[in-house]
């Protein structure tokens, strides 16, 4: 089964403190992998999009890895700010079945001043 | 920068009732999806359309539901007798044609509440 895991659950860090968020998955045949953020009460709003064959994706403070032969991306914000504080989903995208993503369960960053 | 909006914003409905959750997706897109997240779980994809038909579709988005795209701006779902299980976030997404790996870009959601 096509699954897309995702730790921590959730995470409080101070602001201007670095973080590291994990996912795992096992969509298969992969095409690409895409971080999003979430702010209660929003829908998604794209922050990466990365294919097989690209391992590392910046955008502003946000910059997503990928290893696609251990199946294992990481997003990694830097200088983190009180509006970084929402849910960040990692989703994958079947090849062949570009249409369709397979969504993490996210994880709830919350920053604190 | 352009935006997908969706209305209403919040739909409350009598089981068995249909319901439509309208979306207006930004005007240059080709693909149109449509997702649910039930309260505390994942977002999952219900369907998704392209050249006035549906692309593909999930397990989930049976004969109750439906999609049309009634006047080239418009793109709805239709639940025709909704259940309490339909309780959910309703998000609307569409993308730009060309490589798969377009981003997409998401609507802000209908809650839709089944009584």
């Known amino acids: 089964k096509n699954q897309v895991e995702q730790s921590p659950q959730s995470l409080i860090i101070l602001e201007g403190k670095n973080c590291t968020l994990q996912?795992?998955?096992?969509?298969?045949?992969?095409?690409?992998l895409r971080w999003y953020k979430q702010d209660t009460g929003r829908g998604p709003v794209s922050l990466t999009i990365?294919?097989?064959?690209?391992n590392t994706k910046s955008n502003g403070r946000y910059t997503a890895t990928l290893d696609a032969d251990t199946k294992q991306s990481s997003l990694h914000i830097t200088a983190s700010q009180l509006s970084d504080s929402a849910s960040y989903i990692c989703v994958v995208s079947l090849s062949g079945s570009a249409r369709q993503l397979t969504f993490g369960s996210g994880t709830q960053l919350t920053v604190l001043p | 920068e352009p935006e997908v909006t969706q209305t209403p914003s919040h739909q409350v409905t009598q089981m068995g009732q249909e319901v439509i959750l309208r979306c207006v997706p930004i005007?240059?897109?080709?693909?149109f999806y449509w997702y649910r997240q039930i309260l505390g779980q994942k977002v999952e994809f219900l369907v998704s359309f392209y050249n006035n038909e549906i692309s593909e579709k999930s397990e989930i988005f049976d004969d109750q539901f439906s999609v049309e795209r009634p006047d080239g701006s418009n793109f709805t779902l239709k639940i025709r007798s909704t259940k309490l299980e339909d309780s959910a976030m309703y998000f609307c997404?569409?993308?730009?044609?060309?490589?798969?790996?377009?981003?997409?870009?998401f609507g802000d959601g209908t809650r839709l509440s089944i009584l």
């Open positions: 990365m294919t097989f064959s690209e």
């Open positions: 005007s240059n897109h080709l693909y």
């Open positions: 997404a569409s993308r730009l044609p060309g490589r798969e790996n377009q981003p997409q870009h």
């Open positions: 996912c795992n998955y096992t969509v298969s045949p992969f095409s690409n």
